[in-house]
């Protein structure tokens, strides 16, 4: 009975004991559940609270804390003062032609304001090319003066070229018809005496640095690389024939020959439609070049000089010399007014003859519009030009036949 009572406390101690140690386990189980669901809780808020800071910080964040910080001082506070004369002198055009750009070649070259930032506006695209092309300056250069990135300026010299040559060359760059062809002929007879003319050729040499391919075909007689462009202009010194391109090595009579002007005029359907007796002899349109060309019936040049020209050959020649010095003029001019054209540009090749293009374009455009180059510019003008040789004296018989008639023509008159 004694071991029954005894064993039987002992169970009970035992089931009391398990009892309380369950209840422990219990109560730690629950306090580590509550201490991991309380650190879940602060851990939540204190990344809700973090998102939260982030979000407003980012809200109140300029949106320029990214760009490179730049001065456009220049551009917006120098160049608004500027008289007529000096905003001529540094952008070779007039206000009222630079206005007449920005409202042709804004709906192409224009831009629109992102979330990011503004636009560059249209006239101070069309001021940057300006500038480039008139002074033939370095990219960076240009970007620091109108405080603007370096492939802003790459861009807008390179969006000029491409909108001058789609929307401006068909206007101020047409190909002359029959009619024009009638009115250009009558300014030449009366401002320089030679009837039937149409128009001056001449080549010139514009300087570029030395292209990856075939460098030594653009190393000219002179010494320097260079690309030809090859201008018909009329009585006034405008372009109304271009083709650029050629290598400097190549000599103009061989541009001519594979230029599209010769194809055009080649057959001589365009320029005899309105033909003229001259001293006994039917004469159509004729253009007049210098001993560099080969003699046509619409091509016309002065007497090799061998020291037995007659009287005669001699007044020929100081006629014809006399009326081409246009087109010397009209390249004067051009490369006074446009820089690139004068010094050794250091664009892709493709590039500078986009440029060469547009400095015709806009040279007609300012002839017309009266925007006179300033005298000291096309004063201190060195018309850079190699030596050529004089093509012998051999040609179309017809070609001959028309000389020798404007010959007679032009001594019957003295």
Not at 100 to 129: E, F, Q, S, W
Not at 164 to 185: C, N, R, S, T, Y
Not at 265 to 278: A, H
Request: hydrophobic content about 40%.
């Amino acid at each position: 009975m004694f071991l029954f009572t005894l064993f039987g406390d002992r169970r009970v101690l035992i089931l009391i004991f398990i009892n309380l140690l369950i209840k422990l386990l219990q109560l730690q189980f629950e306090g580590w559940l509550h201490v991991a669901t309380m650190n879940i809780i602060h851990t939540r808020r204190r990344l809700y609270s973090r998102r939260r800071m982030l979000r407003f910080s980012r809200q109140r964040a300029s949106p320029v804390i990214w760009t490179h910080p730049r001065t456009t001082h220049w551009w917006d506070v120098i160049v608004p003062t500027f008289n007529r004369r000096q905003f001529v002198k540094n952008f070779r055009v007039s206000p009222e032609t630079f206005d007449y750009m920005c409202r042709r070649l804004g709906p192409t070259i224009g831009r629109r304001d992102t979330n990011y930032r503004l636009c560059i506006p249209v006239h101070k695209r069309v001021g940057m090319a300006l500038w480039k092309l008139a002074t033939n300056n370095e990219y960076r250069t240009i970007s620091h003066l109108f405080g603007v990135g370096v492939s802003t300026v790459l861009n807008s010299v390179r969006d000029f070229c491409e909108a001058v040559i789609q929307v401006l060359l068909p206007l101020h760059l047409p190909v002359p018809d029959g009619d024009k062809f009638i009115e250009m002929a009558a300014f030449f007879k009366e401002r320089w005496g030679v009837p039937q003319c149409v128009g001056a050729i001449d080549g010139s040499h514009i300087p570029i640095i030395a292209p990856e391919d075939y460098a030594s075909d653009y190393f000219n007689r002179k010494g320097w690389h260079s690309i030809v462009l090859q201008g018909v202009v009329n009585g006034k010194g405008q372009f109304w024939d271009v083709c650029v391109g050629f290598p400097g090595s190549v000599h103009d009579a061989r541009v001519l020959k594979q230029s599209e002007l010769w194809k055009r005029l080649g057959d001589g359907q365009i320029l005899n439609m309105q033909k003229q007796n001259i001293a006994g002899h039917e004469i159509g349109h004729f253009l007049i070049g210098d001993p560099a060309y080969p003699l046509q019936t619409w091509l016309m040049k002065p007497f090799s000089d061998t020291g037995r020209l007659t009287q005669e050959q001699q007044r020929f020649n100081y006629k014809i010399s006399s009326a081409r010095s246009v087109v010397e003029t009209a390249f004067g001019r051009l490369k006074g007014r446009w820089r690139c054209l004068m010094k050794r540009n250091d664009c892709k090749l493709e590039m500078v003859k986009k440029m060469v293009l547009t400095c015709c374009v806009l040279h007609n455009m300012c002839e017309d519009n009266g925007d006179r180059c300033p005298e000291d510019i096309v004063d201190t003008l060195t018309h850079m030009q190699p030596p050529l040789t004089a093509l012998p004296e051999r040609g179309q018989q017809e070609g001959a036949d028309v000389r020798a008639a404007l010959m007679r023509h032009f001594n019957a008159n003295e």
